[in-house]
Each structure stands twice: as C-alpha cells, then as structure tokens.
Nanobody, 127 residues
Framework: QVQLVESGGGLVQAGASLRLSCAAS????????MGWFRQAIGKEREFVAA????????RYADSVKGRFTISRDNAKNTAYLQMNSLKPEDTAVYYC????????????????????WGQGTQVTVSS
C-alpha cells in the first residue's frame, strides 16, 4: 500500500515556473514507477510525465516536452515535476500516481496502469 500526497500547486502568471512534489509513504518507493497526470475542468485526465523506478527512464506528453521535467529522490520518497514556461492551457488539477512493480523498466503512460493516486493539487496559470 502506498499513500501519495501532492503539494506545490498554486496560481501563477503565464511564463512562470512551479515545482510540484509528490511525497510517498512506505519503504518501497524505489520499486514504483511514478507518473504525473492532469485533469482540466470538463476534460479527461491526461498523461503528463512518468519516470522509471531508478530514474533512468522518463517520458513526456508532447504538450509539455521541453518545458516540464520529472525527477525523483528515492532517499526522500518523493517525486517532482518541475514546470517551466507555464501556459494557461496547463491549468488543471495535477495528480501523481504510482505503478506497482513490473518487469519493464519503462514507466507507463496510461492511467489505468497506475495503482495508487494522490488527491491532486491545483495549478492555475493566468494569461
């Protein structure tokens, strides 16, 4: 069982930066791939970024590639999402998720493959 708590959201102007954190409970954080998803009002939840268990593999949605960076610190049981050059269309509730250990080192991008979810943190980008 893993509990995830996101933090770091807020209201910023376009072009600003934010860093989201996802703190995980438990002693097996390093065995989970981690993902970030977001959901805007009236839209489906969408993939943002994911990182493999050791941090060696990362993947991003095309809409955030080059602006967002996912990372993790296994010693601190925490995953991060650094968001730069924010745009109004990045406005959403951001969720982190953990994928139970699997053979593949490549982190999944589909929400249904993740087993644990945080409560979300709101990011609002004004124009």
């Amino acid at each position: 069982q893993v509990q995830l708590v996101e933090s770091g959201g807020g209201l910023v102007q376009a072009g600003a930066s934010l860093r989201l954190s996802c703190a995980a409970s438990g002693r097996t954080f390093s065995s989970y791939a981690m993902g970030w998803f977001r959901q805007a009002i009236g839209k489906e939840r969408e993939f943002v970024a994911a990182i493999g268990r050791s941090g060696g593999f990362t993947r991003y949605a095309d809409s955030v590639k080059g602006r967002f960076t996912i990372s993790r610190d296994n010693a601190k049981n925490t995953a991060y999402l650094q968001m730069n050059s924010l745009k109004p269309e990045d406005t959403a509730v951001y969720y982190c998720a953990a994928d139970t250990p699997k053979l593949s080192p490549i982190p999944p991008s589909r929400a249904r493959e993740y087993d644990y979810w945080g409560q979300g943190t709101q990011v609002t980008v004004s124009s």
